[in-house]
């Protein structure tokens, strides 16, 4: 049999311009008159934004605090004497004192930091139960297979949360004190512990089990918690709109980092007479030393800052735009100046002809 250009066969498509590519097409020609300018227009463009992006990041203010407790760093270390391959023993507080000359500017963020532990391992990262975490009864009797080993205790009982991530919770504490004046007594900041994650995370991706007689504590009824926590996942918080699943300090911490150096929302200080920012005067900040670090080479900070229109202190990205902006200009000139010179040539050569 003959192939046919009228015969249509089973496979071949129809004759439209759209299926036999005959749609009319537009390939542009960039010449030197319209390549150059893009370039230049779009180097000073990326400068003056990354200009704007890393002034704005320079004038946010930050306080930082190394409290790990190596010998000599201060008076954590001797709650930091018992870190070594375990936590550090139950209550052991210590304290952070400084002063501000001047207005630090709000609103005023509370953030803690770590160092040096890898939130974006592949095993630690999937070592969850999402179904668990938004409050399936099923899920929470029945972890996931990603949880193990914090699956299931020695003695049988499901872990809520399960994973170990759950298990990992960092659970240092902060209290913020100021005093105005020398010689008056300190008065506690008020620390807003709510609205510090995601709205997406509280409202949509985390949520209670189902309440048995109005208790939360009823619906966790025949689970354990996790290890390494002191007290079941229902008791987090004495607030009922800020425990369970929904609390905000465990919403934060399962948003797991990509980086191995990180910091994390604690509080924000915009109540009362800080609304304006932290007054000048001599502060102490009260720390719950809990969370070993030492074991792993890692530090805690804690870390006072502001922010701007672009957010949190992060010089990077001003600088990678003036780089970007720069390398276009510098190759704009490059190609001007190789444009102007075989210009001239090829103006000799039709001379010549």
């Known amino acids: 049999m003959t192939w046919s250009a009228t015969a249509r066969g089973a496979h071949q498509p129809d004759n439209t311009a759209f299926t036999q590519q005959r749609l009319p ?65 139950i209550r052991c507080s210590c304290a952070w004192y400084f002063s501000l000359p001047e207005l630090f500017p709000g609103p005023v963020y509370l953030y803690y930091e770590l160092t040096n532990f890898y939130q974006n391992n592949r095993r630690y990262g999937v070592s969850r139960d999402d179904s668990q975490l938004s409050g399936l009864p099923s899920a929470l009797r029945h972890p996931a297979n990603e949880c193990a080993p914090y699956q299931r205790r020695a003695t049988g009982l499901p872990i809520a949360p399960c994973g170990a991530i759950a298990n990992s919770l960092f659970n240092d504490t902060f209290s913020l004190w100021h005093q105005r004046r020398p010689g008056e007594p300190y008065v506690e900041v008020p620390l807003e512990r709510t609205g510090i994650a995601w709205w997406t995370d ?94 792993f080479g890692g530090h805690k900070r804690i870390v006072f800052s502001n922010i701007s229109w672009m957010g949190g202190k992060n010089p990077f990205l001003g600088i990678a735009y003036l780089v970007v902006g720069s390398l276009c200009i510098l190759m704009g000139f490059v190609m001007l100046v190789v444009y102007i010179r075989y210009q001239d040539q090829n103006d000799e050569e039709e001379d010549e002809e």
């Not at 946010?60 to 954590?76: F, M, S």
């Not at 009824?221 to 929904?246: K, M, Q």
Request: glycine content about 10%; charged content about 15%.
């Open 25 to 89: 097409a537009w390939q542009p020609l960039l010449s030197a008159s319209i390549a150059l300018p893009l370039f230049f227009c779009a180097g000073l463009a990326f400068i003056g934004l990354g200009l704007g992006l890393f002034y704005s990041s320079n004038g946010i203010k930050e306080l930082e605090y190394d409290y790990t407790g190596n010998p000599g760093t201060g008076n954590c270390s001797v709650c930091a004497l018992a870190d070594q391959g375990r936590a550090p023993p």
């Open 202 to 295: 509280c409202h949509v991706k985390f949520r209670n089990p189902p309440l048995v007689n109005g208790s939360l504590a009823l619906a966790f009824r025949g689970t354990a918690p996790p290890p390494n926590w002191h007290r079941p996942v229902y008791e987090l918080s004495p607030d009922p709109n800020n425990t369970g699943f929904i609390n905000q300090d465990f919403v934060v911490w399962m948003r797991t980092a990509a980086l191995p150096t990180f910091r994390k929302l604690y509080a924000r200080i915009r109540q009362g007479n800080y609304s304006a920012g932290l007054p000048r005067g001599a502060y102490r900040v009260n720390i719950t030393y809990n969370y070993p670090v030492r074991a």
